[in-house]
């Protein structure tokens, strides 16, 4: 391994380590009642775009506390879900969080492909994990194009990610992300909506992006999007 990609799997790791088992607990305290007010984005906003874009065979990667997934579930809209992650702890709060669900788990870095059998998920689902990746989008942009190795024909990709450029234009969530991304939780400085559109768009027919605040919502497929 270079220094380079050495020092890019560091980065990759100190993204997904803060998510200890102690921190995990109140990972949606932080995140849904402070951080999205801070990047004014309803909390809301992140149900409700689940709710609308998951199916009954989803994947989801990043999984952080599953609470969106646990929301889903209580709507009774899933049936066969399949959790990747990076970090193990988050795989077994997600596994938790949607007991008595049985569940697959898959500890992977999505920028690496998805070692999975069987898949052609007709959903899968990637909310708040982008800006926690270094690189621009069209570096780790990567990840849409494994997960169109994983998708069913038609399948929908959906998600949302915390957006610096064009998006961070008050002061307190500036505040936020460069403290964010000086220690290595964040990597979004980079991020840009025109690049995400690109990408998403040289893999996908149809592209679609909703802008609340300073967070993006994307949904991509090659079907029509409903
Ligand atoms: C900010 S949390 C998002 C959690 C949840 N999706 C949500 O929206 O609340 C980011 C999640 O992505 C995972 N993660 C970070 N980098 C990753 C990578 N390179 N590959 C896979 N998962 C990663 C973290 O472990 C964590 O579970």
Redesign the pocket.
Known sequence: MGTDEAELERQ?RQ??AV?TPLFLPFYDWW?YGFAVRVMRCPPGE?RTFYELNVSEHHLD?????G??LKHCLRQQLLERVTL????PN?LLAAEKALRPLPVRKVQ????KPFVMDNPRFLSVGL???LH??PGSFREKGVVFKHIKDVLAPGGLVFGSTAIYQGGARHAPARFLFDRYNQAGVFHNREDTQDDLQQVLGELYENVEMVQEGCVLFFRASDAPLE
């Open positions: 990759v993204g997904a998510y995140v992140f990667i990043g999984v952080g506390s609470s969106l990747m992650d990076l970090n988050c992977g870095d999505m920028l909310n708040f994990l926690c990746v």
